[in-house]
């Protein structure tokens, strides 16, 4: 085959079959054998770090990324990404469009992976200075392509709606420093919780223990985004069928707060109808 229409990876090598130049005879991540090693020995998640990070994993790691998968695996009916999706299943439409609606929604700065990415790059600038961290959030957007995302609204990593952390979500956190370096971004974040809130008036999210739990991997903003997209699908898929199978009839419309501009009002019989 011509070098010109040879695709190229750092982390991906394939032996082509003799046959078949384009069925592979054996793959390699990152020089581990895939079918005869990995598939074999390692699990999911050992997979999933092995593939982002290029090295194999910490049993440690490992599990913290399993344990942050179960969390974010279903965020509940309340989460803009699966309502998003549950809008599309309730509408009958394909299943890759209720969960292309699910990331189209879960890619923003309320709760989705620019928020998360923002989160990333501010723990590389503030690293565990919490005066820094106070003076960041507070103007925590330098990226200029307004076209694109429009300036956050709220301190990224907190719920700007939101009175007190939740419970559900303390114990998310409790569990995943469980798992996580002494010295890393998880426990820091615990610890320095109480005083960040207090300061903004707000409690944490989600956002703020993914991105920790992503910086103590190791992982980089980028990759930390690609992950939280897709951690959060299940939820999404699951909801989305549910809603196809009950239909649109047990679905929530919030016509008390559409108003039109320009309304008829009450329907009048005709003169016809009238006399029937």
Not at 126 to 137: G, H, N, S, T, V
Not at 173 to 197: I, K, M, Q, S, T
Request: with cysteine; charged share 20%.
């Amino acid at each position: 085959m011509s070098s010109d229409y040879a695709y190229h990876s750092n982390f991906w090598f394939e032996e082509p079959e003799e046959s078949n130049p384009f069925a592979a005879k054996a793959c390699y991540c990152h020089g581990y054998d895939v079918y005869s090693q990995v598939i074999e020995k390692a699990g999911w998640f050992e997979y999933l770090l092995l593939m982002f990070k290029g090295n194999r994993p910490q049993p440690h790691e490992a599990v913290l990324l399993e344990k942050l998968a179960l969390v974010l695996a279903n965020q509940g009916p309340k989460e803009a990404s699966i309502r998003a999706a549950m809008n599309g299943g309730v509408a009958g439409t394909n299943h890759s469009s209720a969960l292309m609606c699910a990331l189209a929604v879960g890619s923003g700065l309320y709760g989705g992976a620019q928020e998360l990415e923002i989160c990333m790059r501010l723990w590389l600038e503030c690293e565990q200075d919490i005066e820094r961290w106070k003076a960041r959030l507070q103007a925590p957007q330098e990226d200029e392509r307004a076209d694109i995302w429009p300036a956050i609204e709220h301190p990224p990593g907190f719920d700007p709606n939101g009175d007190q952390i939740p419970t559900t979500l303390l114990q998310s956190l409790e569990l995943l420093v469980r798992f996580a370096p002494d010295d890393g971004a998880l426990v820091w974040l615990r610890d320095h919780r109480c005083n960040l809130e207090g300061f903004f008036g707000c409690p944490i999210s989600i956002t703020a223990i993914a991105a920790a739990t992503f910086v103590d991997l190791g992982l980089d903003q980028d990759q930390g985004s690609m992950l939280y997209l897709m951690l959060r699908l299940p939820g999404a898929a699951v909801h989305a069928l549910e809603q196809r199978e009950m239909g649109w009839k047990k679905f929530p419309f919030y016509s008390p707060a559409i108003q039109l501009e320009d309304d008829p009002g009450p329907c009048q019989k005709t003169a016809e109808e009238g006399g029937q």
